[in-house]
């Protein structure tokens, strides 16, 4: 039945974002055969649309190595590893030109939006043969591409998490659709004239609610009639300010300082205990938001509720994931935030994201699930261990490690204005949980770890009382 050996095609990346891009590189070195598809028009397309926010881990653990290599053969010039870049630097300095090199060029297939994946020939209950029948991949066009095995990079950027508290959308929320703003719009650029002058209600505690509220509040400052709400389902918001100076990453720890800042200061006013029922937009203009007993009116809301990822296109392949994250069922454990921040996520590869299904491998935060605890050199450590196995090379493969610091960059006397770490560490004193980071753990970075919005100045922050657990390493 099938005519094509699945051996002589070539790998599929799904993905040309930061960890897609990585695992073609390492494809690249080992001279296996790989074809990227790229829903987007350019490299790294999810990364730009957050360009105008910066990255608050230095570039220093947003390099791949094997990108690296393959760069400096080039001639490229390396970033400065103790600067933090923006996601509009990650990309024009990094991931661009890394995609523009000749032999990865063309490789990489832009406008291919992958629709669905199966076994040429083969619904997802047949057995006999599997293993050496080849990948079909189907995409928006109609196109089939045929593949001998599938890294799945996708990411979860286009599938946010919804507003309703239940995980279904709130009442009204698909109605309402106008008034809804993604994660990290760009408050002081493109998106300004969407938001001053109005009433702005940001939901969510991550970074990314906290990123956009830092910038509101500098948008109120300019923008008369500028009202910023931050509704949080928790009791409160100990979670999202985080360590503070105690941080192991300094332009992190001040997000949540000078967030807090604002809320003492009653620049932006904040609601606890609030979880999303209703949405009811009003005849005169704006939506109501509601919980059921209190009730905001906003002009424009903006939804930092998190993501998740998006399996349907894989509905045909036999995927065995964790019943609670959406993770594969070896690694959820290893990823849970009741249980890690990621900065306690240990080091993992082929192994802990294998499934039932030979050859199909989902990596970067696509493979986290639900988790907010990736960080981005763990994605590219997860694709260079897969890209060894697929190789053949399982010693390699399973010698899954991350060369990262012991303690991280604990100071946060170093200016975060100035876009730069130095280095700077207190020796002795631990990570940022309050212990030196056994060899080979994760430290907080990454993209979906934490994105600074702008430059910060420190200030003083006395530690969480109410209760609530302070943030991790990642949040």
Not at 113 to 135: H, K, N, S
Not at 354 to 369: L, Q, R, V
Request: glycine fraction near 12%.
């Amino acid at each position: 039945m099938v005519s094509t050996p699945s051996g002589s095609l070539p790998v599929v990346v799904i993905g040309a974002g930061p960890v897609g891009l990585a695992a073609a590189a390492h494809l690249a070195e080992r001279g296996i055969a790989y074809t990227v598809l790229e829903a987007g028009e350019t490299a790294a397309a999810a990364v730009r649309q957050w360009g105008h926010v910066r990255i608050f881990s230095p570039w220093r653990f947003n390099i791949d190595a094997a990108a690296a290599r393959l760069l400096a053969e080039a001639g490229w010039v390396r970033p400065d590893d103790d600067k933090l870049p923006t996601g509009a630097q990650l990309a024009a300095d990094y991931l661009q030109p890394f995609a523009d090199l000749p032999a990865v060029k063309s490789q990489i297939r832009y406008g291919a939006r992958v629709v669905a994946m199966t076994r040429l020939g083969l619904d997802r209950v047949r057995t006999a043969g599997r293993d050496t029948t080849p990948f079909l991949i189907r995409l928006a066009t109609g196109e089939d591409v045929l593949a001998r095995a599938v890294i799945d990079a996708s990411g979860t950027w286009d599938t946010p998490n919804v507003l309703g508290a239940s995980g279904i959308p709130a009442h009204g929320e698909i109605a309402s659709a106008p008034f809804l703003e993604q994660a990290l719009p760009d408050v002081l650029g493109a998106d300004r004239d969407r938001f001053a002058g109005r009433r702005v209600l940001v939901i969510g505690a991550g970074y990314s609610a906290a990123n956009t509220l830092l910038l509101l509040a500098e948008l109120a400052d300019q923008a008369p009639g500028t009202q910023v709400t931050w509704a949080i389902r928790a009791t409160g918001p100990a979670r999202t300010y985080g360590g503070g100076s105690a941080d192991a990453l300094p332009a992190r720890g001040t997000l949540g300082t000078v967030l807090r800042e604002h809320v003492e200061a009653g620049r932006v006013e904040l609601i606890t205990g609030f979880s999303v029922d209703r949405l009811t937009p009003r005849p005169g203009g704006g939506v109501e938001v509601s919980d059921g007993t209190r009730t905001v009116l906003a002009d424009r809301i903006v939804s930092a509720t998190g993501f998740r990822p998006d399996h349907s296109i894989a509905a045909e392949l036999r995927l065995d994931l964790d019943p609670i994250m959406g993770a594969g069922r070896t690694l959820a454990p290893l990823i849970d935030p009741n249980e890690h921040s990621c900065g306690t996520v240990p080091p993992h590869g082929v192994d802990e994201l294998a499934h039932p299904e030979p050859g199909y491998y989902a990596i970067g935060a696509k493979s986290y699930g639900r988790a907010p605890t990736f960080l981005l050199a763990t994605g590219y450590e997860q694709a260079r261990s897969v890209v060894a196995a697929l190789a053949g090379d399982w010693q390699a493969a399973r010698d899954v490690r991350l060369d990262l610091p012991e303690t991280g960059v604990c100071s946060s006397s170093v200016p975060v204005d100035s876009d730069r770490i130095d280095g700077d560490r207190i020796d002795g004193d631990g990570g940022c949980c309050g212990a030196p980071e056994p060899a080979g753990r994760g430290l907080a970075t990454g993209i979906a770890g934490g994105l600074l919005s702008a430059p910060l100045t420190l200030v003083s922050a006395s530690a969480p009382t109410d209760g609530e657990q302070a943030g991790g390493c990642c949040g």
